[in-house]
């Protein structure tokens, strides 16, 4: 591992200096992301000092440094996890083989397909979020949006590091191209799906970071297992950042339900939006919205990609030294499948099926923030259970898209989906309402948005009233 370089234009702690053609390049490519920070990051902070953590080597010890910084100023930096001695291929058919250090030819593409696909999501969320900031429910959530977002911003620079440092000029110009795309553009749309869908209000932030965050830490997991090492090491530290970017949605929301039962305590009628919170049946209709949105993530349940992927080394199976067969050249996957208007159960060959083995490993994360959620609502003496819904609902892509699904699987009719569909989804009404409660920022450190419950604790050893952004309201 080379040693940690902080004090150049781009901190890193893989030789850059050493290979002055590649560090031109992403020199040269700084402003143009200096410039996309400026146009399409948090709006209206750029020039506040945030208490902020800049990862400055790999080391668990100690990563990453906590102090104030202006955003444009943040030092985004390339980090590589420490090489592993001798690593070998963990599964498919080069199985036991030496890892790659360089891209193979026969592979190029695919990899640079998987690798631009992981980039495009990282600034995607920054320009879905970057509204956020101006009606943030306090300096404690604000900053931890501006954490999530520079942090993804880093991770940018992560995945344009591999294309530069391994894919030439095909490289040089995917990275240019990932700052041109735009969430929710109708002509230069970002490439998955979810990461064109609106973020206006912090429900829908609270849900973002624990649901389509935990798909990045799934892709990011099954990455790391690649047989490519430059990317298995790259993913392996971006998980390290990660894991807070779920902490914020899973206690987000957390804070949000305990609020919500508050307040259902303390109207005579158990009426939360008469009290000016976001009632509970609400909530499941974000919770549905942004869970069915993330699995789509994941891809077909049945997929000739998952299996090539997986055969060649590309992207294996989250924590692949957890299976016991890592060819799976024989396995089957027990899968339901829709065919002549009825599902089915069918068996799918294992390797067609690796969608849906990350996905069940999604799912059943989901699940145990769920759960934490229900018993603070059942803590707060509020009969209520928020419920993940069926994966079958409300699905954009694989076996599911364009079929009608209530939110317990159940294939129903179109008729029955359009009656049902106001109670399982955000409506307008829904939509607006939520927006209406999140119109005033509260900057003021330790004050509270009546609409949410104070965390327990704050970041790093400060308190929760710690002046964790410093930002002139006027």
């Not at 404690?140 to 520079?150: A, H, I, K, P, T």
């Not at 317990?408 to 607006?432: K, N």
């Not at 710690?466 to 309201?473: C, M, N, P, Q, S």
Request: with cysteine; charged share 25%.
């Amino acid at each position: 591992m080379s040693s940690v370089v902080n004090d150049t234009r781009i901190p890193n702690n893989v030789d850059l200096s050493s290979d002055k053609k590649l560090q031109r390049a992403l020199e040269e490519w700084q402003p143009s992301f200096i410039k996309w920070w400026g146009d399409m990051g948090p709006e209206g902070f750029q020039q506040d000092d945030v208490f902020l953590r800049t990862a400055i080597s790999v080391d668990q010890a100690g990563w990453a440094h906590f102090d104030y910084v202006k955003m444009p100023e943040y030092r985004w930096g390339i980090f590589l996890a420490d090489a592993v001695p001798d690593r070998t291929i963990g599964f498919g058919d080069e199985l036991g083989k030496p890892v790659w250090q360089q891209v193979p030819g026969e592979h190029r593409n695919t990899l640079r397909r998987l690798i631009v696909t992981q980039g495009d999501t990282e600034p995607a969320s920054v320009e879905q979020q970057r509204l956020l900031g101006q009606t943030c429910p306090s300096v404690y959530d604000l900053r931890n949006l501006f954490q999530v977002n520079v942090e993804e911003g880093r991770h940018l620079w992560a995945m344009v590091y591999l294309l530069h440092s391994h894919f030439g000029r095909d490289g040089r110009e995917e990275a240019e191209a990932l700052l041109e795309r735009r969430s929710g553009d109708a002509d230069k749309p970002r490439i998955l799906g979810t990461f064109n869908e609106p973020c206006p209000e912090w429900l829908s932030f609270f849900m973002f970071t624990y649901f389509t965050d935990r798909d990045g830490k799934y892709q990011l997991l099954a990455l790391a297992e690649s047989a490519f090492d430059p990317l298995s090491r790259t993913t392996r530290f971006m998980l390290t950042e990660e894991a807070h970017h779920m902490f914020v949605g899973e206690t987000g929301i957390l804070r949000v339900v305990q609020r919500s039962a508050e307040l259902a305590r303390l109207d005579p009628n158990g009426d939360v939006r008469a009290q000016g919170g976001v009632d509970l049946p609400t909530i499941q209709k974000y919770l549905n919205f942004w869970f069915s949105s993330s699995v789509d993530l994941f891809g077909g349940e049945v997929s000739s990609n998952a299996a090539s992927f997986f055969a060649s080394g590309l992207k294996g199976r989250a924590k692949e030294a957890g299976h016991e067969d890592h060819v799976a050249l024989h396995g089957t996957y027990r899968m339901t499948t829709p065919e002549n208007g009825a599902l089915v159960d069918r068996d799918v060959a294992l390797r067609s099926a690796m969608n849906e083995v990350l996905r069940d490993e999604y799912v059943a994360d989901c699940q145990r923030g769920v759960d934490k959620w229900n018993r603070a609502i059942a803590e707060g003496g509020v009969d209520f259970e928020l419920k993940i819904p069926s994966r079958r609902f409300n699905r954009n892509v694989g076996l599911y898209a364009g079929m009608r699904f209530n939110p317990a699987g159940e294939l129903i009719s179109e008729e029955a989906w359009q009656a049902g569909v106001g109670q399982w989804l955000p409506t307008e009404a829904d939509r607006a309402y939520v927006m209406s409660l999140m119109t005033k920022p509260v900057y003021e450190p330790g004050k509270m948005a009546h609409w949410i419950a104070p965390p327990k604790q704050g970041i790093k050893g400060r308190p929760v009233d710690f002046e964790y952004v410093r930002h002139d309201a006027r």
